[in-house]
């Protein structure tokens, strides 16, 4: 079985670049996740990249698993990822041909598509079609470089923030995969912070200035709109204030 890994972007159907929407139309299967009550447009959307992109092979929905929340972090992660993968199996059937997944992004920054499909067995041949990416989509919508001048830029994760504070001579710091708005522990009063959710859609909802000073109101942002919309997914950059 030839498994391809498809980024799909951060939301906007016409970032789907020309490579994956060849890709949809050769697939024989399709899967889509159904992530859950209140998260319906995330299957709509791909639905609707399915239908841009020409595609004609059999579409196939599976509901994704919940992690048990009563396990350690890397025991939850790594049992949810298990039966992830079991979901795809099944999803998958007897079938041996080409299958696609849609996978949010791009499937080689922080996404745990490519670990779990190594759990198949047998093991599938991997194609990964790159996306854009929730980083690209986050400076491309407040236009301002990824990078100061010939400096280095940490991607890391909120949990990490929050455990370890601001990484040592860091200039630009990434944050994803930040569900507890983890900027609020950070102990400085020079940051600048670009937020963005739901990048790249009509929903896409933007904020920027002294973390210090608007961090309370991205607190309530995020609040109204994942109560508005049942979901969110955001990411921030933060860099000291004077820093080009």
């Not at 859950?36 to 509901?63: N, P, W």
Request: charged share 25%; glycine share 10%; aromatic share 6%.
């Amino acid at each position: 079985m030839d498994l391809w890994l498809i980024g799909i972007g951060t939301g906007n159907p016409a970032h789907v670049t020309l490579e994956a929407q060849e890709a949809l139309r050769e697939a024989e299967v399709i899967l889509v996740p159904r992530k859950g009550v209140g998260k319906d447009d995330l299957a709509a959307l791909r639905h609707r990249i399915l239908e841009d992109a020409g595609a004609t092979g059999k579409v196939v929905e599976f509901d994704y698993p919940v992690r048990d929340e009563a396990l350690p972090y890397r025991e939850r992660v790594i049992a949810w990822h298990d039966e992830i993968a079991r979901r795809w199996v099944t999803a998958v059937g007897d079938t041996t041909g080409s299958v696609a997944l849609l996978v949010w992004g791009d499937p080689s920054l922080y996404d745990s598509t490519l670990r779990i499909a190594k759990r198949l067995n047998p093991k599938p041949r991997i194609k990964v079609l790159p996306g854009i990416t929730a980083l690209s989509a986050l400076t491309a919508a407040h236009g301002i470089s990824f990078n100061t001048l010939a400096g280095a830029v940490v991607v890391t994760t909120g949990r990490r923030l929050r455990d370890y504070g601001w990484p040592e001579g860091a200039e630009t710091v990434v944050v994803m995969l930040d569900g507890e708005c983890s900027f609020a522990a950070l102990d400085r009063d020079d940051l600048h912070i670009w937020w963005g959710a739901y990048l790249g859609m009509k929903e896409q909802v933007l904020d920027a200035g002294p973390l210090a000073e608007i961090g309370p109101r991205i607190i309530q942002t995020r609040a109204a709109e994942r109560a508005r919309h049942g979901w969110i997914m955001d990411t921030y950059l933060l860099r000291p204030e004077g820093l080009e």
